[in-house]
């Protein structure tokens, strides 16, 4: 078995001067060759989850590999 592609573990972020709490304790695995789709309401982190995986936002906790690396 192949090891996973991506990884995101307890993965919180915090957004705007209050520091408000918009992602807490999301875990995800894909696997190579495996497609996933982020669904849900305006305002539920679909965006921020996407941006904080490219770096564009910095987690307060958590963890994200790709290809075992972080």
């Given at each position: 078995m192949s090891s996973p592609l991506l990884e995101v573990k307890d993965?919180?972020?915090t957004v705007g001067e209050e520091n408000k709490v918009l992602l807490d304790g999301l875990n995800l695995?894909?696997?190579p060759?495996?497609?996933?789709?982020?669904?849900g309401h305006n305002g539920a982190g679909k965006s921020t989850t996407l941006?904080?995986?490219c770096g564009i936002n910095r987690p307060r906790k958590?963890?994200?590999?790709?290809?075992?690396?972080?």
């Open positions: 993965l919180q972020v695995t894909v696997n060759g495996e497609t996933h789709v982020l669904m941006m904080t995986i958590g963890e994200i590999l790709w290809n075992g690396e972080p």
